[in-house]
């Protein structure tokens, strides 16, 4: 399974490890720790999480002990990550990625 991260995914992640990093270095190893597993558990079961709308390809999983989702478009060969989304700040801001 091969990922690729929409620009404004990457920027997502970069501004997040960039918040956590000026309050904890700690914190900010593990928030990548956990999206990399997180990652892991979309490569092994790509359909298996929950649809972000009743008409959307675009699925939603959680990132385990931090506040952000991963969104993204699964694909028989690849994944796209739409964003990682905060759970209170903007939502759905990530819509016009996909439309």
């Known amino acids: ?12 992640l970069k501004q997040s490890y960039s918040w956590y990093q000026k309050h904890s270095e700690r914190a900010a190893s593990e928030f ?7 990652l892991d558990k979309i490569s092994n079961t790509p359909g298996h999480f929950h ?18 989702n991963l969104i993204y478009l699964p694909s028989a060969t690849n994944v796209i990550i739409i964003a990682v989304a905060h759970d ?4 759905d801001y990530w819509q016009r990625r996909i439309d």
């Open 88 to 91: 209170k700040r903007r939502p």
């Open 51 to 68: 649809p972000v709308a009743k008409q959307s390809k675009a699925r939603a999983v959680r990132v385990d002990r931090y506040p952000f």
């Open 32 to 38: 990548l720790e956990e999206v990399s597993a997180t």
């Open 1 to 12: 399974m091969t990922f690729h991260f929409h620009a404004g995914a990457r920027r997502d």
